[in-house]
């Protein structure tokens, strides 16, 4: 090989990099959106490209769609950024970025779905069996709602870039659900949750999103709260009861669940009294609803998410015997009387008749 073929060697690999940068492919840039890529309608939301030091001008595209509310903001995109002062179902979509620099283009930034909520109202999001969740187990999450959907998302606090998006069930009667597993499930964060209905002809286009759904991990603390119940445990229908959730450890809250409800627990506020902490959890008018076993925790306010040891079980019997009246028995007496009495007179009526019977014939025999 000669020294010039050499040099020109060496010139080629080492300009060849500079060369295919110059023909217009400059590294891609970075698009996210703040405050987050899931936004409620009517809400702003700026979407944000971040390329080189040398980029000169920012574009934004929209997939399938073009997005014309860019074309409405003066001087779009120069410095990387893209504000959407109150956000529609036009804005909904799959976006893209680029830059420009010199007259080259950078390659396109990798995709992001800018999705708008608030066109259905919210679904129902519960946990099965609870969202009282052991250290390191699963849980089964259903979303649910009254409105048949193609599909539902369910969206983690704080981590909704990566949602699990899956088709729903439908039921004859209209309402749809979808089942999602999450886990294991560890005490070292929140574990919290909401989930969407959407329609696939509109993918970018959600419901109102559902109530927060948190999992709660026990026995992260080794107090026991006691549970109890006033007056009894035994109660007729229509009146009222208290469970109280007592405990001597300097707790901020007490949370009752009830055994297989998967919505989430009743919190209360701790009241020290008598040198412990407890809630007074009231319930009435009570009815067939209010059967089951309950128990409760306490939790602290720095992490409400993580929960003492379980009380021990408390059993709630709602019996329909206990709600009648002394009137109710003096009425029932009173009718159990007048048959009994009728009865005898009958049975007085068919007597008399039978002495009267018999004497005729003996009468008549005499003569």
């Not at 295919?20 to 400059?26: E, I, N, P």
């Not at 800018?114 to 259903?142: F, I």
């Not at 007592?246 to 409800?261: C, D, I, M, N, V």
Request: hydrophobic letters at 35%; charged letters at 15%.
């Amino acid at each position: 090989m000669t020294p010039i073929l050499t040099v020109l060697i060496c010139l080629g690999l080492s300009l060849g990099p500079r060369t295919h940068v110059q023909a217009g492919h400059l590294p891609k840039p970075t698009l996210w959106a703040e405050p987050g890529s899931v936004i409620i309608q009517g809400s702003p939301v700026t979407l944000r490209c971040q390329g080189s030091l040398q980029a000169e001008e920012y574009h934004l595209y929209r997939e399938n769609k073009s997005a014309s509310w860019v074309r409405r903001i003066q001087e779009p995109g120069k410095n990387g950024q893209f504000p959407i002062p109150s956000i529609t179902w036009e804005h909904a979509g799959r976006y893209h970025c680029q830059y420009y620099s010199h007259n080259h283009s950078s390659e396109y930034s990798d995709p992001l779905e800018l999705v708008v909520t608030g066109a259905y109202s919210k679904p129902t999001l519960s946990a099965l069996p609870s969202p009282v969740v052991t250290s390191g187990g699963n849980v089964t999450l259903q979303c649910v709602s009254q409105v048949a959907f193609d599909g539902f998302i369910l969206c983690k606090e704080g981590e909704d870039e990566h949602p699990q998006r899956l088709n729903s069930h439908s039921h004859a009667r209209g309402w749809s659900w979808a089942i999602f597993s999450v886990g294991p499930v560890s005490p070292s964060r929140r574990w919290s949750y909401r989930c969407y209905a959407y329609d696939s002809n509109s993918p970018y286009v959600w419901s109102l999103p559902s109530d927060l759904l948190e999992l709660l991990v026990p026995g992260q603390f080794y107090d026991r709260p006691s549970l109890s119940v006033q007056p009894v445990p035994t109660v007729a229908p229509g009146k009222n009861v208290t469970l109280l959730c007592q405990s001597r450890g300097q707790f901020h809250t007490f949370l009752l669940t009830k055994e297989g409800a998967g919505h989430p627990p009743l919190h209360l506020r701790s009241e020290h009294q008598a040198q412990q902490n407890q809630a007074e959890f009231r319930m009435g008018p009570v009815t067939s609803a209010h059967v089951g076993t309950y128990r409760c925790y306490s939790s602290l306010s720095s992490n409400p998410y993580l929960l003492s040891l379980p009380s021990d079980p408390l059993e709630l019997v709602v019996s329909a015997s206990l709600g009648q009246h002394p009137q109710d028995y003096t009425v029932e007496n009173l009718i159990r009387m007048g048959v009994a009495g009728l009865v005898l007179v009958v049975l007085g009526i068919l007597l008399f008749e039978a002495q009267h019977s018999q004497r005729s014939l003996q009468d008549a025999a005499g003569r």
